[in-house]
Structure formats: structure tokens, C-alpha cells
């Protein structure tokens, strides 16, 4: 069974600009959460996606949004970059929602973007 | 506050030797707690999960115990291999608000370096 990709890998944009990541979720599974990861701040919570329904979001402001398709894809979209967007952002799926605390999340390898 | 602490915050040790990471939280109230293990550029995988009533749980080489009166876990890798070079995540599940909704808190994890 593949695992769960992520595209772009890499990725370079400016201050001001926007941009849209993209997960495939391991197939089968429902739900897709997003996580910033940067050196001194560890794995961040975005959001998670259910069933095409954000089920939880983390302390990111507005500018950082998502959706769910019908066949469990996910985007991430960043508007307005600033440099401390920077960071990896990894994608993670599993059967169930994480909400139920007993799922196991499968991540995929990562989006890099650097803003300059 | 809802925390998660992991220490030594980097290590290097020699191809073969053993080696003991820590968790200590301050999550309340408690639903489980995981170790991921993170290679350079890619997502983490999971290791292991516990619940409260799990002192010991292993997984090949990597043996994970968990103290939940001192809300204290530890990994240990033994006869480690240069594969294990890595970064080690610990992660506490707790309840996220009134309802049934679980919230994962993430250490900032331990940077293993294994030498030859």
C-alpha cells in the first residue's frame, strides 16, 4: 500500500505571495492533518480534516486554511507569506479521526518551503 | 500548562552501545503517550503507544516505559545501529475541551546521533 505523498517537496516564494501544498493520504484512511515543523518550535498543530470536515484547528492565524476533497485529498494554502513561514510542513493520515486519542498517524516525507 | 519535555535535547554515542532518552509531561488529564522516531527529511514514524496502565512496551530494539504517577517516559535503544541516528519524539494525547476530542502535545524531541 503506498504511503502517504506530499507535493511539492520543496518549494521557494517571496513575502507576500501565497501557496498551496498537497497531501494524498494513505488510501482507505479519512482523515489528513497538517503540522508546521520548525527547529525551535517541534511539530505545530494545524489543523485535521475529516470526511471533508476541519475537525480541529491549531493557534495559526487566518492565513493558513485547508480543505478535504471527496477521495480524502488535502491542500493547505499559506496567503500573505512572511519570512517566518519558513518551515516544514508535513502532512499525516489516518483510519480514524486523531480526535478519538487512539489512532496512529502515518506522516508523508514533507513540503519545504523557504520564504525569502 | 500542558507540556512535554524531552532531554538530553542531543546525544551522540557509539555504534553498538546503549542509550536512554526521556519524556517528562505536565498533561493532565492523560490518554496516552507516543514515541516517534523522526530520519532527516522525512515524517515521523511511530514507535510506540502506551496507555495508562502500560509500564513496558517494546518494539524490536527500542523499549519504552512509562511512569504515570511522575509523568515520566523513557526510550531505550539498545546495541544501537548508525540507522538510528534520528530525532526522537515524545507525545502526550489529553482530553482538548468538554466534549470527546483528544489534543496531541508534541516535544521539541532528542537528536540521536549513533557513530561508527
Known amino acids: 500500500k503506498a504511503g502517504v505523498t506530499q507535493t511539492p517537496r520543496y518549494l521557494i516564494k517571496t513575502r507576500g505571495q501565497q501557496v498551496t501544498l498537497s497531501c494524498s493520504p494513505i488510501?482507505?484512511?479519512?482523515?489528513v492533518s497538517w503540522y508546521q515543523q520548525t527547529p525551535g518550535q517541534g511539530l505545530q498543530f494545524l489543523f485535521e480534516y475529516f470526511s471533508e470536515t476541519q475537525r480541529n484547528k491549531g493557534n495559526f492565524p487566518g492565513r493558513f486554511s485547508g480543505r478535504q476533497f471527496s477521495n480524502s485529498r488535502s491542500e493547505m494554502n499559506v496567503s500573505t507569506l512572511e519570512l517566518g513561514d519558513s518551515a516544514l510542513y508535513l502532512c499525516?493520515?489516518?483510519?480514524?479521526?486523531?480526535?478519538?486519542?487512539?489512532?496512529?498517524?502515518?506522516f508523508g516525507p514533507g513540503t519545504r518551503l523557504l520564504v525569502l | 500548562k500542558n507540556q512535554v519535555e524531552q532531554s538530553p535535547q542531543s546525544l551522540i554515542i557509539l555504534e553498538g552501545k546503549n542509550c536512554t532518552l526521556q519524556c517528562n509531561y505536565t498533561v493532565s488529564p492523560f490518554s496516552n503517550l507516543r514515541w516517534y522516531k523522526q530520519d532527516t527529511g522525512r515524517g515521523p514514524v511511530s514507535l510506540t503507544i502506551m496507555t495508562f496502565s502500560e509500564n513496558t512496551k517494546s518494539n524490536g530494539r527500542y523499549t519504552a516505559t512509562l511512569d504515570a504517577d511522575t509523568k515520566q517516559s523513557s526510550l531505550h535503544i539498545t546495541a544501537s545501529q548508525l540507522s538510528d541516528s534520528a530525532s526522537y519524539i515524545c507525545v502526550v494525547t489529553t482530553l482538548h475541551n468538554a466534549g470527546n476530542n483528544r489534543k496531541l502535545i508534541w516535544g521539541l524531541g532528542t537528536s540521536l546521533a549513533v557513530n561508527p
Open positions: 499525516a493520515s489516518s483510519l480514524g479521526s486523531v480526535s478519538s486519542g487512539r489512532e496512529t498517524q502515518y
Open positions: 488510501s482507505g484512511h479519512r482523515s
